[in-house]
């Protein structure tokens, strides 16, 4: 065993070194020598072949990768193209002006109203084609050429949108030979189909980014027996393109990041050389290009033609011979340096090994010092289960002295209860390596929970096991404490939740029948100073049942720890929360300004609509009369900062940390409320993961509240 004394090292041994009896190591030198030197141009040759292999793989990975991505981009890119131009159409047919011009088909107020829309959909999505379409698919207008009237679409898109009453997109081929990303929308009136909204676009542009994005020139290719010739010469020629109709016998380019030179010319004429999944490394003015290719289909799943893939590998595959060739050379200079330096090391070796017999056995003392002033029991057992060390540790914990434990099977530590399920189990193979808690018996016969960890090696002598020993008596009483306010917590939550359902239910009904009793006594009461002290009455109960709506509700959100997010329109929210307030603002002859220049997209919960009716509720009771409330949006990189001014009394430094806590309210004179709104306003926005605060109002007296929310992924 490691931790018993070693024999042999006398006096003797302390009169003349070991190390003086090193023998000679020049034949250990020469023999491990040469095979190494042979084995190191095996290895050389071997690690050359292996890395051009692997080279080759890496390079074709990467070209996959390469074509995976293009086509992934260019899918993606699509989907969240037509996902813009959805919304744009759903947008555009919730304007009833518009709805209402399509129905009539009144051209000139569907012009008038739409140009500006067009300018923005241009400018900001590329939009290219927006059209007006009847009921029967004719076309009412185009915006984008107002001059071209007139005509049946029988576009698959429309078909099919006509047919299932849903928004279709899709890429189609147009009549003059280009792709274009089209949404069409069927638009209803009472449930009646009176035409349709389209929007539509070059994807040119999605195609010049995934070039840029991925690296590869890409030339896009349409077989001529889905184009008319005269429409696409006549196309080409108004891009100011050259229309090279007889290049090709089946097909023709519409688009290209750069010109295909006529080292390409035979692979394209074949064509199944690059498509289908194939690929090949074609090689041009002393550049070599890996060319590949994607089917394209469009809207209705017809294959109309396919985009050639090139990427240049050319510096990819010269950089490799460089490198191949300097490692190498360096590999071989390695070698021979290293050779050198084991033909000098190998000649401390034998003394090191002399030297390292001593340090093992001060390690060995060091070792035994240290597991003899543990803190934790350490006991040493031979494979038959016998305990073969035990530190003073393991005396005070267990109550056995080292004399009675050496040589004890290790089931004397083990309730009676336990020793047969371990009798012939003790291999270590279920527990070594791992921390496990049992029960230890201790020499009075009394039973401690322990921690044990056991390890296990090898010696000449056998396998031995290694256990610590931690008495974890403390800690369980620990556990049991815990494990009891835990269920004092939980008996507490229960309770709450049972009170709020009190609140809710049991108090709700006698107080909305109160409530109820006192307006029938108002609308039979003829005394005046009757009335008015009912009427107060009527005050007071409507105060109560909203208390504990709103408490009830606070509650609710406390509890809460998810909220499910979808993506909304923030300016639509906000102007139908200002449409919700508008009666009270009226009634103090203030105005609601909405400076919106949207759509703002973010991901919310449906419950956000009640922060902004709650805050411009409290922007419109506390402000004066004739004055106004300013709502706004500003950009804040991954949020949007929602701002909601008033011209109030303001809230003074010291309040304003107190403002968004529950049943915490700040001086408002005669204007009352529960003191709770605010603290429901945080709570939603802490689940929303958003911020919310107030200021000053910086153009005079009042205060600006705001919160923050997330942007959508749009």
């Not at 029960?439 to 929970?449: H, M, R, W």
């Not at 290694?466 to 009483?477: L, S």
Request: hydrophobic letters at 40%.
């Amino acid at each position: 065993m490691v931790l018993s004394d070693r024999n042999g090292l006398n006096g003797s041994a302390k009169k003349r070194s070991p190390l003086d009896k090193v023998p000679s190591s020049s034949p250990i030198i020469w023999k491990l020598l040469i095979p190494l030197l042979l084995t190191a141009l095996i290895l050389i040759a071997s690690f050359s072949v292996l890395l051009w292999w692997q080279q080759d793989q890496q390079m074709e990975e990467g070209i996959q990768r390469t074509i995976d991505l293009v086509q992934n981009e260019y899918e993606i890119t699509l989907e969240k193209q037509s996902s813009k131009m959805v919304t744009e159409l759903n947008f555009i047919a919730a304007n009833e002006p518009l709805i209402d011009a399509l129905e009539k088909q009144d051209t000139d107020t569907l012009l008038l109203n739409s140009q500006n829309l067009y300018e923005r959909l241009s400018q900001t999505h590329n939009i290219t084609h927006f059209y007006y379409q009847d009921r029967n698919r004719v076309n009412v207008l185009r915006v984008h050429r107002p001059d071209q009237r007139g005509g049946t679409i029988e576009r698959f898109t429309i078909l099919e949108a006509g047919r299932t009453g849903n928004v279709v997109t899709g890429v189609e081929l147009g009549s003059l030979g280009f792709f274009t990303l089209r949404a069409v929308k069927p638009v209803y009136s009472n449930g009646t189909l009176i035409g349709y909204i389209e929007l539509g676009k070059e994807i040119e542009d999605i195609l010049n980014s995934i070039s840029e994005n991925t690296g590869a020139e890409l030339t896009v290719f349409i077989y001529k027996d889905s184009l008319d010739r005269d429409n696409w010469e006549n196309g080409i020629l108004r891009l100011d393109r050259e229309a090279e109709w007889d290049r090709y016998s089946s097909k023709v380019i519409i688009y290209g990041t750069v010109p295909l030179s006529t080292a390409f010319e035979q692979p394209i004429k074949l064509e199944k050389s690059i498509t289908k999944g194939n690929s090949l490394e074609i090689e041009d003015n002393e550049t070599i290009w890996h060319t590949s290719s994607i089917t394209l289909n469009d809207a209705s799943g017809d294959e109309v033609g396919f985009m050639l893939i090139r990427q240049d590998i050319t510096a990819e595959k010269n950089l490799f011979v460089e490198n191949l060739k300097t490692l190498i050379v360096r590999s071989i200079l390695l070698f021979v340096l290293l050779c050198s330096f084991y033909f000098f090391m190998l000649k401390r070796t034998a003394q090191d090994i002399f030297e390292n017999e001593f340090i093992v056995k001060e390690s060995s003392d060091r070792f035994r010092a240290v597991i003899e002033s543990a803190h934790d029991a350490v006991m040493i057992v031979n494979s038959k289960g016998k305990i073969v060390y035990w530190n003073k540790r393991a005396e005070s914990i267990f109550g056995y002295d080292r004399d009675e434990t050496i040589g004890a099977h290790l089931l004397t530590l083990i309730p009676e209860r336990y020793r047969e399920a371990h009798k012939n189990k003790f291999d270590g193979s279920d527990i070594t390596g791992l921390t496990v808690q049992i029960e230890g018996l201790k020499k009075d016969g009394s039973e401690i929970p322990v921690e044990l960890s056991i390890s296990s090696w090898n010696s000449k002598h056998g396998r031995y096991f290694g256990g610590v020993i931690r008495d974890i008596t403390k800690r369980k009483e620990d556990e049991d404490m815990l494990k009891k306010y835990a269920a004092e917590l939980e008996r507490s939550n229960e309770l709450k939740t049972i009170f709020t359902d009190i609140m809710r239910h049991d108090l709700m009904n006698p107080i909305s029948f109160i409530n109820g009793y006192v307006g029938v006594l108002l609308e039979t009461e003829k005394d005046p100073d009757k009335v008015t002290k009912i009427e107060h009455l009527k005050n007071v109960t409507s105060k109560l049942i909203l208390m504990i709506e709103e408490a009830s509700k606070f509650s609710m959100l406390e509890e809460s720890d998810e909220i499910t997010l979808r993506d909304f329109d923030l300016e639509f929210m906000l102007r139908s929360s200002a449409m919700y307030i508008q009666k009270q603002a009226d009634e103090k002859e203030m105005s609601i300004e909405l400076d919106l220049h949207g759509p703002y997209f973010v991901k919310a919960d449906p419950m956000v609509e009640d922060v902004f009716a709650n805050i411009l509720s409290n922007a419109v009771k506390y402000s004066p009369k004739r004055t106004k409330v300013v709502v706004d949006v500003a950009d804040q990189g991954e949020f949007w900062k929602i701002s909601i001014t008033d011209s109030g009394e303001g809230i003074a430094d010291e309040d304003k940390p107190l403002v968004f806590d529950r049943f915490k309210r700040v001086n408002k004179g005669n204007i009352k409320g529960t003191g709770i709104g605010l603290a429901i306003v945080k709570r939603i926005m802490e689940l929303h993961e958003g911020d919310v605060g107030v200021s000053d109002n910086p153009e005079g007296q009042g205060s600006v509240f705001w919160i923050t929310l997330k942007k959508a992924d749009i």
